[in-house]
């Protein structure tokens, strides 16, 4: 395989909010404080200093550090605005969202037809919102080199659901060349840990590469189930960073805040083929292939009944905010087409 390397992005430090948010099941709080609410179109800076009320948001952990990063600027304009932001996971997330719980959900993925399908039937109308891209990086611990670069032929054979009971890495060998790959895989413990299934990066690192193969051989759709599992990043990064032949998936935010104690293994889509290293510029231009959107999901009626969520919606997509947060949260932003096509989604709410 060949290695493509662009230059790496810096493990980007955030702020004192921003770590707390980015700890997978915490959340975020301000006071909650009574006075009336006001807003402004998605389109100009809506922080005039006179919102108020509180929201709920729940969801994804790897979303979580940018609506945080919104609530932290909204309400430096605004001190009597507060807000709950929590990331237990994208599917969690979901649960409570069309229980009626939230008022907004974070997602690492879409929303799945039964899901839609228990917020349609308790009478919950909502509107999707892209706000970023994220990359999914693939870990090893920071010492281990035994390995250049991994297809996705490679991590199905380490990972997929053919892969269950294997003890090392050198035990994916036959898959990975059945698949056509030339990649030797080490005689090393293969210790994973990575997102659980309620975890929305679980949901997009399964379609986007395992799905395809574990199809095309009559399997299910799905990892192998024996690993240590969570939903909280921070968990999956102490679990690589404790074990030297360590494997495992994650938001590249995480990784690259961790970028002293793990390492970042470079992706081919094709067996055999040029590896790509995971950074902003790999995740805009779309040659990194584990790559995904991000999204908010707003509840219509309270964002209608409620202008603490409206406004902070407003904020969330007026003109340099999501950039501006993502000056300390290593996302990527979007397109400016695609920015245009979130705001007007909201708009015609």
Known sequence: MTITSPKRIGALALTAAFAVAACGGGATEAPATQAPATQAPATEDPGTGG??????????????PISTGVAELFKQQ?????????GPGTGDGFARFCAGETD??????PIKDEEAAKCAEAG??????????DGMAVLTNAGNTAIACLSFADIYALVGPESTGFKKWSDGSAIAAELGSNTVLPDADLVITGPGEESGTYDSFVEIVIAKIAES?????????????????????EGITGNPTSFGWV???????????????????DANGTCVEPNAETVSDGSYPISRPLFIYVNKAKAAEN?????????YLAEGTIAKVLETVPYVNLPADELAATRAAWEAR
């Open 78 to 86: 605004n001190p009597d605005w507060n807000y709950q932001i929590e």
């Open 251 to 269: 938001g590249l935010a995480f990784a690259e805040e961790n970028a002293d104690k793990v390492r970042e293994i470079p992706v081919s889509k």
């Open 124 to 133: 919950i109308e909502y509107v999707e919102l892209k706000v970023a891209y």
């Open 307 to 315: 202008e603490a969520v409206s406004a902070y919606v407003d904020f």
């Open 217 to 237: 051989r009559g399997q299910e759709a799905q990892t192998r189930p024996d690993y240590t599992s969570s939903a909280n990043d921070n968990v999956i990064i």
């Open 104 to 109: 907004i959900s974070d997602a690492s993925r």
């Open 51 to 64: 919102v108020s009320g509180s929201i709920v948001v729940s969801g994804s952990s790897t979303v979580e």
